[in-house]
């Protein structure tokens, strides 16, 4: 056994246990960590000398928390219940141990304490935390489909009732220090240099070696029973918004709240064998392992820079050059000012430049407002914001963004003005939603310095940002491009060059299928509503009239115009320049698109689709899942396309980009994910099923699915293919 811990005794007799995995940066949960805990408590409880324990930690976060890199292989290997629960119950019932000991153990909590981390705290008698910047705690497990599996639960809801602990749970909050003193979490903050003082003072002092929940007559703050009439009424509400909310798709929320409804009529040492069982039923769940993959490792190794070109040194972009200030242009402004980067901020004139800066003062306005700002800070971002039309500004960049209109003359135009005052090594970045990068590096004198950062709107909210390679784009520029998103503190996606790269074409095959379907006569609120349940967050109709269904009818000309002969229009572009051309509905913009727009906002489904598509009649409507079905293997056909053409350099790209790009159902991991869990031969099945049904080729899947079926192949696990962008 690696030791984790170390053990001191003081001439009080306070024993300090201080965590301090060897040779890593933070204490992870791994098996070690288990044993060496186990060892270390019972050492101290032997100890007669020991009259208390202080529990610390000697890195800068107390524990980062579960092992999920180990558990996410446990995962893809499929573990028997009974195995699982015996590792959770492992642990589990060694806090049990700790919190009944009968010596009294304090946190000395001095960094982020999440998940499993505050779970040990919570099977403390007291808890102390450093009022340090930066601290947090909290059970964010939900996030990945999982639940706090060793008292985490049953703590909070003893703790604080449930009532709160509901909301804390389901939402995974993460609570800085104060908050969650302020919610009865944990017992006192103090300044760093006084935690342990402090932890030993009550161990001195209050010392009390037993939970409230094993005193006589216990009771849980808020209510002792599910069956009193008030948090009847609130198990009821919350189980009927968690369906509504959730479309049965994601299983976690439901087991923490049953969690909560059993475990609170049952004492602590049965209750916590409840929870255990509703962490293994997770455990066994695929979305809690693809989730686990997806938002936390994979997206974690994305935000490390995985895919960055080694050997080019990091650059640290301390100003660069924004062209066109428009909605896009005035929100990389925005978040690169806030990032602490100079912008040169370009458009056509002043006044529209100007209006670029005043996007990010309005913001910041509000936040300042909002109490989330401090004025001095608002100043201070602003000026780094240098708004202009004079492109001799950008002589000592590192770096330009372009977004401009989608035109490929007018990106041609600013490319020239650009290319003549910048730095040779400067990188030339385009925010083309679709245009190849390749093409437009054409136009410039620095077509090795060209690269596409594709980001999405809002830019100040959404976390992507999908980073094109170019045929020529050299190591430096990718890795420069790359550095300067993680200063933005967004992840980035990398993937090669095509028309639409990943995300736009990815997306493009969701919002094509549903359009579809409208001519087809199916009812559009089928479409729309089974969207939804297919846990995307709006339908493919919505989301057509947000963007604009004139700018998809143009994105088809233009596409027209660049491939020549060589073009096949999708099969939604005539119903598209139908509603255009014929209708003049362009969609929200002017409040009439698939949906008919009210001047209070509120929509409703356009009834002269039916004049122009025909409703089959009711019995002929397809279910739920069919429509559902079509949608999902419409992406998984387009994403199998990505990877067996290159587009995409390695599954996790596309399954981070289409979660956290493009709306992919989270539950579902990404397209990639998904396949591997439903099986290739059955997408392979169904994709040859649906495009016989419907003589459509957007189901075709590349012959790479076909042999992946054939060889029991699958995108991640023990038996993964290499991508062939990287063969
Ligand atoms: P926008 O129309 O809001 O802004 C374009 C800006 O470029 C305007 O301020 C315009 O005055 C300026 N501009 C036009 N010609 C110029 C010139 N010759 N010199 C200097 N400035 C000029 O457009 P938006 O939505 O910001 O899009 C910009 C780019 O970002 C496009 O390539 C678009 O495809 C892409 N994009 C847009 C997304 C969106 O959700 N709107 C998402 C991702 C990419």
Redesign the pocket.
Known sequence: MIDYFKYAVDADGICTLTIDQPGSAANVMDRNFIASFRANLEKAVADDAVKGIVLTSGKSSFVAGADLKSMEAALTTKQDAATLFEQCWDFSSLLRRMETCGKPVAAAINGAALGGGFEICLACHYRVASDARGIVVGMPEVGVGLLPGAGGTQRYLRLIGVAKALPFLLQGSQLKAEKAREAGLIHAVVPATELLVEAKRWLREAADPVQPWDKKGFRIPGGNSPLQPELAQLFMGTAANLQAGTFHNLPAPLAIASCLYEGMQLPMDKALRVECKYFVKLNLDPVAGNMVRTVFINKGEADKLVRRPAGVPTRRHERIGV???????AGVAYVAAQAGIDVVL???DQA?ADK?KAYSEARLKKDVERGRLKADRLDAILARIHPTTDYAALRDVSLVVE????DRS?KA??FSLADAVLKDDAVLAS???ALPITGLAETTRRPNKMVGL????PVERMPLVEVIRGRQTDDAALAEALDFVAQLRKTPILVNDSRGFFTSRFIGAFINEGVTMVAEGINPALIENAARMAGYPVGALSISDEIGLDLAWKGAQQQANDLGPDYVPGSSVGIITTLVADHERHGRKNRKGFYDYAADGSKRLWPGLADIWPRKPEAEQPTVDEVRTRMLFAQFADAARCMADGVLVDPADGDIGACFGVGFPIYLGGPFAAMDTLGIAHVVAECDRLAATYAADRYAIPQLLRDMAAEGRTFYGPNRIVPPATR
Do not use: K, P
């Open positions: 062209l066109g200030a428009g909605l896009m242009g370009i458009d056509r529209c670029g977004a401009v209109f989608e007018v135009e600013v925010n083309t939603s594709h980001f999405f709107s």
